[in-house]
């Protein structure tokens, strides 16, 4: 936590002691969840907050971890998300596309897509489609 450290010697240096927490997240390639966020800031409203912890992963070596509760949902309830996941050249890439472009060009729907794709030993792909009735303000 490198800059944990500089910005605690900083503002001792200048005189001023805020509250300066450090932590680390998304280890292992954990996602950061809403529940994770309010576990920090959980910790920065308790009468002692800890000021170095991890976040998203049970550390067995320094006991340093926040616990975090259930999931939270953030997405609206009229969002309808879909999860397909694709190998190589399959199509399914294209297809994703296209009916992303569908839904948000010939609907009253708002329409979103996120691909994600990894090619280490086998080339695979995982898309996130969402889409939900709106009104733009």
């Known amino acids: 936590m490198p800059l944990y450290l500089d910005v605690n010697i900083a503002m001792s240096e200048s005189?001023?002691?805020?509250?300066?927490?450090?932590?680390?997240?998304?280890?292992?390639?954990?996602e950061f969840t809403p529940a994770?966020?309010?576990a920090v800031f959980?910790?920065?409203?308790?009468?002692?907050?800890?000021?170095?912890?991890?976040v998203g992963i049970e550390d067995d070596v320094t006991h340093s971890s926040l616990?975090?509760?259930a999931p939270i949902s953030t997405t609206p309830k009229?969002?309808?998300?879909?999860?397909?996941?694709?190998?190589g050249s399959d199509g399914t890439v294209g297809a994703n596309k296209t009916a992303i472009k569908v839904i948000g060009?010939?609907?009253?729907?708002?329409?979103?897509?996120?691909?994600?794709?990894?090619?280490h030993k086998?080339?695979?792909?995982?898309c996130s489609?969402?889409?939900?009735i709106c009104s733009l303000i």
Request: proline share 4%.
């Open 15 to 30: 005189g001023r002691r805020p509250l300066i927490t450090g932590a680390t997240y998304g280890l292992a390639s954990k």
């Open 36 to 38: 994770m966020v309010k």
């Open 42 to 54: 959980d910790n920065l409203n308790a009468p002692e907050p800890r000021t170095q912890y991890v």
């Open 67 to 69: 616990a975090f509760g």
């Open 78 to 87: 009229t969002t309808k998300q879909c999860v397909f996941w694709g190998l």
């Open 105 to 119: 060009l010939n609907t009253d729907l708002k329409a979103q897509g996120h691909f994600v794709f990894d090619s």
């Open 122 to 126: 086998v080339c695979w792909f995982l």
């Open 129 to 132: 489609l969402r889409y939900q």
